[in-house]
């Protein structure tokens, strides 16, 4: 296995009963990649996207991460490999200040946290660093806002956020531009792109646009099968890949 | 960064205690505990104290359901396991009361560790279905043993002596006692939900699947909150048990399940001091309107019906909106 291929996987496969949703699927994305998934309605990106971060377990295929096999992993160990994932449906944590939404992520530095007995301000340590995150993210008005009442862009960028505070060396994102206004698509665009500059990323994605301006490399899913791979020139020009979304009757 | 330190330093209302536990609570236990000082010269020592066992009992479950998320619709197993496991070693292994309440706590613990890692594998109804399941085992052991007295439970349980040494006998003695031992519980389930520790249960409460992609194994951390809180639920059992000198089939029964998420609910569920309020509303109801027998239980359903009508949050639940700050 080559240095440079970040994730692996071969031969993935998810059955749900009978139901064929993700088959015999082989990807590879290359460290310091941004890597999109793309493809119809029902073509699996999600399931496949939700075996990869293991939030599934795979009836078939090995996963590897760095050539570490981490296909029989529990996802938050995955995540402590440095693997991290974000959700389509925005993931913060609605009851807790965008500050504790971030520093909770930090919290993870101190390695478990089961010591009930002590105050919660041995975690003022953490402030000043999460406040530079929200800072990074344009949340720094937002602090002490309760995560929930966020507007919904906002939202999206304290995910970020609080994913960036752990430093991971591979983000998985969930659509991360679902929902979002023009405006709120752009900042979250341009944020990626920077967020990019020593990460690996992989997304799953419906905007084409911002797949086309964000992405390295792109593979098409169509009925749970890989349909094309390539830059976005490619793809875009692949009979197949045209057929399964006009053929679908996508958009 | 000089300039960004001052509002980062100061504690925020929107979150409670990251600096500390805030003025407004300081002055609120202060205040409960006057109140609980005055209150037996003005009332009966006794009931005071079936309210601050039960104030323990319901915090303790709030603990689980308003912090941790998770609710448990079989408390009364650790409740009623406790007084029944305090009750025996004040009583045959004349243990004096601190140490039968501490056996009862340890009893309950044990029990939540047994029961919880099988619970805590299954999520929302189920779970409640299987923390159910396995009180009413306990129940049903607890009819079954010979050392549970059966129908007739354990009863003339003897109230000891503290530490072998100050008699227990008049109620004046035992009920500051009781008020010591539910006072610690409090501020140790207070200490419990301002922790590092905390921080990660209302993280697991709000959202458990992104806590898991930030790589937090939650399954031990509702493990181990549902310990905390079966002990605690156990520490009340059990020194209720001493002041009634009595345990038996009521306290491991599915009703007291059933009135512990009541006393919660009522106060505020995921407020620190709604459950105190929950458990002295449902506590006074059931020994002034006694004598109306039946009656009760619809009074109390009746409530339940308002309470979730009207009022979601609880009565603390409610204040804590109008003047908002976390209570």
């Known amino acids: ?3 440079d291929i970040i994730l692996q996987a071969s031969g993935l496969t998810k059955e749900f009963k009978g139901f064929v949703a993700v088959s015999n699927v082989d ?12 493809g119809p309605n029902g ?37 402590r490999l440095g693997l991290v994932r974000s959700f389509q449906i925005s993931a913060v944590f609605p009851k ?33 660093e999460a406040a530079a995150l929200l800072e990074d993210v344009g949340l720094t008005d937002f602090s002490a806002t309760l995560a929930g009442e966020l507007p919904y862009g906002r939202k999206r960028a304290l995910e970020i956020a609080t994913t960036l505070a752990l430093d991971p060396e591979m983000l998985l994102l969930d659509e991360p531009m679902a929902g979002m206004t023009q405006e709120d698509i752009d900042r979250i665009s341009s944020l990626i792109r920077r967020i990019s500059a020593n990460r690996t990323i992989f997304m799953v994605e419906h905007n084409l646009s911002v797949v086309a301006s964000l992405s390295d490399r792109i593979t098409v899913l169509a009925r749970g099968e890989v349909l094309a791979e390539g830059d976005y020139a490619t793809v875009s020009k692949d009979s197949r890949v045209i057929d399964a979304y006009i053929g679908v009757g996508h958009g | ?24 609570h300081m002055v609120i236990f202060a205040g409960l505990l006057v109140l609980g000082l005055i209150a037996p010269y003005v009332l009966y020592p006794v009931f005071v104290m079936k309210v601050l066992c039960f104030a323990l009992f319901a915090c303790a479950f709030n603990l689980l359901l308003g912090f941790g998320g998770l609710l448990s619709f079989g408390h009364a197993a650790y409740f009623g ?42 999520q929302g109804i189920y779970f409640a279905m299987v923390t159910l399941a396995f009180a009413q085992m306990v129940f049903f052991f607890s009819v079954q043993a010979p050392f549970t007295g059966g129908e007739d439970g354990i009863q003339s349980v003897p109230r000891g002596h503290l530490f072998g040494l100050i008699s227990m006998a008049p109620d004046r003695n035992l009920y500051f006692f009781v008020l010591a031992v539910v006072s610690i519980g409090l501020l140790v389930i207070y200490r419990i939900i301002h922790s590092p520790f905390g921080q990660v249960l209302k993280g697991i409460r709000d959202n458990e ?7 937090y ?33 009521t306290d491991v029964y599915w009703t007291m399940s059933g009135e512990v998420v009541l006393m919660t609910l009522l106060g505020g569920m995921g407020t620190v001091f709604g459950p105190i309020l929950g458990a002295a509303v449902i506590v006074t109801m059931q020994n002034y309107l006694a004598t109306f027998g039946d009656w009760v239980t619809i009074g109390q359903g009746i409530i339940f019906v308002v309470a979730v009508m009207l009022f979601r949050e609880g009565i603390v639940g409610v204040l804590a909106r109008i003047i908002k700050r976390p209570l």
């Open chain 1, 1 to 3: 296995m080559s240095e």
């Open chain 1, 27 to 38: 990807l590879t994305v290359r460290r310091g990649t941004i890597h999109a998934l793309i």
């Open chain 1, 43 to 79: 073509a699996g990106k999600t399931t496949c996207f939700n075996l990869l971060t293991k939030f599934l377990q795979p009836t078939g295929g090995v996963i590897r991460y760095n050539g570490q096999d981490i296909t029989a992993m529990q996802p938050a160990d995955i995540a």
């Open chain 1, 96 to 128: 807790m200040s965008a500050l504790e939404n971030v520093r909770i992520a930090l919290q993870r530095r101190r390695g478990d946290s089961f010591d009930f007995w002590r105050s919660e301000k041995v975690l003022a340590g953490l402030n000043h």
């Open chain 2, 1 to 24: 960064m000089a300039t960004q330190a001052s509002p980062l330093d100061t504690p925020r209302a929107a979150s409670p205690g990251t600096a500390g536990m805030p003025v407004l």
């Open chain 2, 81 to 122: 396991g406790a007084s029944y496991v305090s009750a025996h070693a004040a009583k045959i292994w004349g243990l004096s009361p601190e140490l039968a309440i501490l056996a009862g706590t340890g009893a309950a613990a044990v029990l939540g560790l047994a029961i919880g890692s099988l619970a805590i594998r299954r």
């Open chain 2, 209 to 215: 699947p992104r806590m898991i992609s930030l790589g």
């Open chain 2, 217 to 249: 194994r939650t399954r031990r951390y509702k493990l181990a909150v549902f310990v905390l809180s079966a002990a605690l639920a156990g520490t009340a059992g059990a020194t209720k048990a001493i002041v009634f000198q009595l345990a038996s089939l």
